[in-house]
């Protein structure tokens, strides 16, 4: 009979898999790993993920178990385990915003998970546009080069802008990682500084009555009104719109 799984017992199982995943010599899970290692970490955000959107967890507690378990291995971990080097050549870089793609993890690849990992190529001078969201969570570990990383609440969403608090402008490289909750850092936008790669997971579909699985709203920031109390008021744009003069 299934039993579903209560928050004790996945905070528990986290301990446990993080533990696993860094017992021996103080390297890496993955060196010459024969792929369990791999697979044990991509079960362990699957049930996490799927912890979340069941309602189980939090989400700030699925945040802080994706930073958890992703501390437990590195860039070149995570780089290898997709093949990395195919997939870079395989997308490239797109002439404005960004290139793409769905990864597969091991032999079976017809699995259905809980979350969608992907990959994200940014060249030079590119960006992922600032944007905001709705209905979703993610996490974004830089697997090469560096960005350039502004991060903002979402406190309030119009028809025509949303209202946003400035909470993060810094650089970042290879294995910095963050991520968005439902309000807090909601709004996010990478600049690279060079040719840059990011290893995302993506959780949508948290509210099953919403009327879309996910929303995202792209941001005009150049044109963002600065109100009293420090917020930012910030038009929104439509997806050409952004990355015409963002991409």
């Known amino acids: 009979m299934y039993h579903k799984p209560t928050r004790r017992s996945v905070i528990a199982q986290l301990g446990a898999i993080t533990s696993l995943l860094s017992v021996g010599?103080?390297?890496?899970?993955f060196a010459g790993s024969t792929g369990r290692e791999v697979d044990m970490l991509v079960s362990r955000i699957d049930e996490l993920s799927g912890s979340l959107r069941g309602e189980v967890l939090t989400l700030e507690e699925w945040r802080s178990g994706i930073y958890e378990l992703l501390s437990q291995v590195s860039e070149h971990d995570i780089m290898r385990a997709i093949d990395f080097d195919r997939l870079a050549s395989r997308i490239g870089f797109a002439e404005l915003g960004v290139s793409t793609t769905k990864i597969s993890f091991g032999s079976d690849?017809?699995?259905?998970?809980?979350?969608?990992?992907?990959?994200?190529?940014?060249?030079?001078?590119?960006?992922i546009i600032?944007?905001?969201?709705?209905?979703?969570?993610?996490?974004?570990?830089?697997?090469?080069?560096?960005?350039?990383?502004?991060?903002?609440d979402q406190v309030s969403r119009g028809e025509h802008a949303l209202t946003i608090r400035p909470t993060v402008d810094?650089?970042?490289?290879?294995g910095d990682?963050?991520?968005?909750?439902?309000?807090?850092?909601?709004?996010?936008?990478?600049?690279?500084?060079?040719?840059?790669?990011?290893?995302?997971v993506i959780v949508t579909g948290l509210d099953d009555e919403?009327?879309?699985?996910?929303?995202?709203?792209?941001?005009?920031?150049?044109a963002a009104e600065t109100k009293p109390n420090g917020l930012l008021s910030v038009p929104r744009l439509s997806v050409s719109e952004a990355l015409n003069k963002y991409g």
Do not use: C
């Not at 699995?111 to 590119?126: C, I, N």
């Not at 944007?131 to 502004?150: E, Q, W």
């Not at 990682?177 to 840059?196: C, K, Q, R, T, Y």
């Not at 919403?210 to 150049?222: K, P, T, V």
């Open 25 to 29: 010599t103080g390297h890496s899970a």
């Open 170 to 174: 810094k650089l970042i490289g290879a």
């Open 210 to 222: 919403a009327e879309h699985q996910y929303e995202i709203f792209n941001l005009d920031m150049e």
């Open 109 to 127: 690849e017809r699995r259905t998970l809980s979350f969608l990992p992907k990959l994200f190529a940014v060249d030079t001078g590119r960006s």
């Open 130 to 152: 600032p944007h905001g969201h709705s209905n979703m969570v993610s996490a974004h570990l830089p697997l090469a080069g560096a960005f350039r990383l502004r991060q903002y």
């Open 177 to 200: 990682l963050s991520s968005i909750g439902e309000d807090d850092d909601n709004v996010h936008w990478f600049i690279a500084e060079e040719p840059s790669y990011t290893f995302d």
